[in-house]
Every structure is written in C-alpha cells, then in structure tokens.
C-alpha cells in the first residue's frame, strides 16, 4: 500500500482514513506533528495510490493492513481511525492486540445507517449510489442540501469527485457485513473517542455504542465540527494523539 509519513520522531501513529477519502484526511494533523512523533497514513488499497485488492472481503483487507503495519518499525503504535477507518483499527487492533498501545476513533461509524446500508442492496442500490455520488449532478445536489443547512460538512462531496466508485461501493458492501461491536469487546487497548459537535446523528449514536462496550473509554467534543472534523479540528485531534 501506498501511504505517507509525517514527522520523524520515534512514537508511532497510524491513520486509517474515511470512507472514499485517503492519507490527505490526515495531511492538516499531520502537519503540525510533535518531533517526537511520527503519523504514517496508508492510502487503503483501490483509494489514493494503492492499487485495489484482487478480491476485497474482511480477510483480504484485514490481511493487507497488518502486513503494513507490521513493516513498521515500532513496539507499539496508536491507531487512528477516522470515520470507518474507526472499524479498520478495530480490526486490526483485535489481530495485532500486542501492537496496539491505543485506539483513536476519530468521528467514527459503529454501524452503517439506513441511508448509506440502502446502496448495498443489489443492482437498485448499485444505481442509486451512482446517482448521488458517481454523477456530478447528484453530488451538487447533495452538496447543495448541505450549504442550505449551513452544515459545517460543506465540502464532503468533494472526496468522490474521481474516486474509483466500484471500489467504493465495495467498501461499503464489506463495512454492512462486519457486524456489532461487540465482537470487539475483548479488545484492552485505550480507547479515545473525539467527535464534532454537529456531526451525523449516527455518528453520535455510534460514540454511544462505542462507550457502551468501553465505558472506560474518554470522550472529547469538538465544537463547531461536523464530520469534516479532521480539517476544522485538527489541533485538538492532533493533541488527543500526541498528548495522551
């Protein structure tokens, strides 16, 4: 995989991006690291730079993370997820349970809400999904629904503009196959949840879900974010990872 590394000091981060996005979810955190920390950000195979997977399913993907992460040198790392990334260090995390020194869901997806789980279905959802993200009038609609609202998330349509939409609708097929997070109990890592203010409802309910299977997990608000809350709170997330 192809991926990008900020700073050069000897603790080590690795972020795992959103859906439809790559390492540049990472860049404005990553730009203003600590000497003494260094934040490595994988493109995830079929996004960015990487070339897609032969075949994409939990045990390909799960696979090609740990064999990163196992290139890298460092006895411990913490794992950043943003978005469904949060699920990607999970699973990782549950494979590589002596890596992992803590967990960062950043804005995280714990399930796949009704509005994005309808793309999945079939040949209708395949045809749906293209509607509103594959073509350019779909997303300005959408994009124009969120400047209406004066979401803080204007802007978030911008991702898919010459993504490889079968490898991101295959993403998201695999993200409503993984099940609960209760398959994850058994994970001790530290758990740090940071989320926007005014971010997705089911992000909110999904820090929720998280804090009911790690109720010693901290959680840190950022207000005035959405769920582009990597640009708009990169200092404090950037503090949450360096300053434990």
Request: charged share 20%; hydrophobic share 45%; glycine share 10%.
């Amino acid at each position: 995989m192809h991926a990008r590394t900020f700073g050069a000091g000897p603790a080590l981060v690795v972020g795992y991006h959103g859906w439809a996005g790559s390492h540049r979810d990472f860049a404005a955190i990553g730009r203003g690291l600590p000497d003494t920390h260094r934040l490595v950000a994988p493109d995830l195979p079929g996004h960015g730079m990487s070339p897609p997977l032969d075949r994409l399913d939990e045990t390909t993907l799960v696979e090609a993370l740990t064999v990163h992460l196992d290139g890298l040198e460092s006895e411990s790392v913490t794992l950043v997820g943003y978005c469904s990334g949060a699920i990607l260090a999970l699973l990782v995390a549950d494979r590589r349970p002596h890596r992992v020194g803590r967990i960062v869901a950043v804005d995280p997806f714990a399930y796949l809400p009704w509005y994005f789980r309808i793309f999945t279905f079939g040949e209708f959802g395949r045809r749906a999904y293209r509607t509103t993200f594959a073509n350019p009038l779909g997303r300005m609609i959408t994009e124009w629904s969120l400047q209406r609202r004066k979401s803080p998330d204007a802007g978030f349509m911008e991702s898919f503009r010459g993504a490889n939409h079968d490898v991101v609708l295959a993403y998201l097929r695999l993200f409503a196959s993984l099940g609960t997070l209760d398959r994850f109990a058994g994970i001790r890592a530290p758990i740090v949840l940071c989320r926007g203010a005014r971010t997705f409802a089911a992000v909110k309910r999904s820090v929720e879900m998280f804090l009911a299977v790690w109720p010693d997990a901290s959680e840190h608000v950022i207000q005035d974010a959405g769920h582009l809350i990597m640009i708009h709170g990169a200092r404090r997330i950037r503090a949450l990872i360096t300053q434990p």
